[in-house]
Each structure stands twice: as C-alpha cells, then as structure tokens.
C-alpha cells in the first residue's frame, strides 16, 4: 500500500511558534518537528509536492493570531519559496483554501499528512481527505498533540489522544505509518 506514497503530496499542517506557548499544556511526541523535517527533506529529494498550512487563529487570545509571533511557521518545517503556504481560520486545511482544485489540477490522488495537532487540525484535514476521495497516509511520529480535559473533567492524557485518532483514522480514512516506512516508500 506504501507504493502510493510515490507521487504523493506532503501536507505539512500548522507547525507554527505559537505551539510552543504554555497555554496548549503538555504535549506528546516532543521529536514530531524532526519526524517532519525528515519528511519535508525526503518528498523534496523525491521531487513531491510540498504544501504548507498555516492556521490563522479568529480567537483574540490564541498565540496562532495573525500579527502574533506564535503565528509563524517554525523554522524547522519552513517552506521553500517553490512551496505555497495556504492560510486556513477552521480545523480542515481543504475548507476556505484551493488545496482540493491545486491537488486535482495537478493529478494527485494520494496525500501524506503530518503536523499539528493530532485529533484536531490533522485528524479534521486526514477525515476530509479520505472522503474526498484521496488516498492518505498518516504520519504517526510526524504528529502530535496535548492533554485534554474532556466534559466530564477527567484529564485524557495526550498519548491517549494520539492512539486513539490513529486507531480511528486507520483503514477507514487512511493508512497510518511512521516517517522511516514512508521515507523508505518514496
């Protein structure tokens, strides 16, 4: 199945400064940032289409507020002037943004999704992808996510989270791997 990775675009979602800020809590996958640096180098070096989102926060308290300096990208995932950034206000990277017309436009029918935050941007952007048709992959170790206390005030650790949006993701809305198996793919 990781054969459909070749000819693949990467979509790197949300790797920005603002995640770092204390507000978010504690976080899983601290080498997630690396996983994607090793991930954006590959699809470069195999020549894949790279695109970049940026999530630009509505919320006048989120570090990811354009004219805040969480909104930009890391360094370690920043995009190469070749590599279009597409800015997005909701948690689907294919909602208020042309990344389905440029992904149809240039033939491509597989995606492979790394970034943050596991269960929310990430999982929202991978479901969409899969029902629009597109055959994804999951990066597991290029992901991460944070603690989350959920309606009944019990703290679900961020590990947690991250198997279980994989386990969710897996088979039905794409294929989860880790950075080394789809770096071997391409």
Same mark, same amino acid.
């Not at 208020?96 to 943050?116: C, F, K, P, S, Y």
């Given at each position: 199945m990781l054969e459909r990775v070749r000819g693949a675009a990467l979509i790197v979602i949300d790797v920005q400064d603002g995640f770092d800020d204390p507000v978010w809590g504690r976080r899983n996958n601290p080498g997630a940032e690396a996983c994607i640096a090793r991930l954006l180098a590959g699809g470069r070096a195999? *020549?894949?289409?790279?695109?970049?989102?940026?999530?630009?926060?509505? !919320?006048? %308290? !989120?570090? $990811? *507020?354009?004219?805040q300096p969480g909104n930009a990208i890391k360094h370690i995932a920043a995009p190469l002037p070749n590599e279009p950034v597409l800015r997005k206000t909701v948690n689907s990277a294919f909602i208020? =943004?042309?990344? /389905?017309?440029?992904?149809?436009?240039?033939?491509?029918? %597989?995606?492979?999704?790394?970034?943050?935050t596991t269960n929310h941007c990430v999982e929202t952007t991978t479901r969409m992808a899969g029902n629009l048709g597109f055959h994804a992959f999951i990066v597991s170790d290029a992901t991460a996510t944070f603690d989350r206390t959920g309606p009944?005030?019990? $703290?679900?650790?961020? /590990? =947690?989270?991250?198997?279980? =949006?994989? &386990?969710?993701?897996?088979?039905?809305?794409?294929?989860? &791997?880790d950075t080394e198996a789809l770096l071997q793919a391409l």
């Open positions: 195999a *020549r894949l289409p790279g695109f970049h989102i940026q999530h630009m926060s509505t !919320s006048p %308290a !989120s570090p $990811l *507020r354009p004219g208020g =943004t042309d990344l /389905e017309a440029r992904l149809r436009a240039a033939h491509i029918d %597989a995606v492979v999704i790394a970034g943050l009944d005030g019990v $703290l679900i650790p961020a /590990e =947690t989270l991250q198997a279980v =949006t994989m &386990a969710n993701l897996h088979d039905e809305f794409a294929q989860v &791997a």
